[in-house]
């Protein structure tokens, strides 16, 4: 993982970059609004790897309680395979570690092999089926847990010599349990 890559907290200047990469990355992509909005929720989380003043990848969380629920992570293409979904995922475990947290989880395309092969690589095991779950095209989820934390947070793979999380934003997770 090469230094010159920032992991830093989303903010609105990022948002026409992340959403190019999402555009690009994501078959069923979420808008521009959505991300924006999820700046602005207190139980969601976003960050973005930052190279150069470029963004080259995000990462979305939301609490729920005890549990955290990865809900995007994108790299831009040219950037893949460099080490940065680590990185975003290992900040995103960092710091839902320091707070109450225990377990993450995620749902992932059936045919998303390279996401799958990240997620187990961080230490995801598979744990059911969401038949349908996404539309363009209509596509079975795969639901994937971390069930301990700490298993990521004490790093595996290349994930482990990534950096750290950026700092915290506020007082933390403050929203319902979803
Ligand atoms: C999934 C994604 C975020 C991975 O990002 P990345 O920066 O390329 O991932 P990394 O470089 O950290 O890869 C870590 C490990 O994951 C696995 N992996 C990543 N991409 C892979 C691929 N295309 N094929 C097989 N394994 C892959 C490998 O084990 C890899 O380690 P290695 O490079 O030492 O072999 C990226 O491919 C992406 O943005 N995909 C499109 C969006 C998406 O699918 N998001 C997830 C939605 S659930």
Do not use: K
Request: hydrophobic share 40%.
């Amino acid at each position: 993982m090469p230094d010159s890559v920032e992991v830093v907290d989303m903010v609105d200047d990022h948002l026409d970059e992340v959403f190019a990469i999402e555009e690009v990355t994501n078959p069923h992509p979420w808008s521009r609004t959505l991300f924006a909005a999820e700046l602005r929720q207190a139980w969601s989380r976003s960050i973005a790897a930052v190279e150069r003043r470029t963004v080259v990848g995000f990462g979305c969380l939301m609490y729920s309680g005890a549990e955290v629920h990865v809900t995007n992570l994108g790299v831009a293409p040219r950037h893949q395979r460099r080490g940065i979904g680590s990185l975003l995922l290992r900040s995103l475990a960092d710091e839902a570690a320091t707070f109450d947290v225990t377990a993450m989880t995620l749902e992932v395309r059936e045919s998303n092999a390279a996401a799958r092969a990240l997620y187990e690589r961080f230490g995801f095991v598979d744990a059911g089926r969401r038949p349908g779950y996404y539309a363009s095209p209509t596509e079975d989820a795969v639901v994937m847990w971390l069930r301990d934390l700490r298993l990521a947070a004490s790093g595996r793979g290349r994930a482990s010599s990534a950096g750290s999380a950026p700092s915290r934003r506020g007082e933390g997770p403050t929203g319902p349990a979803l």
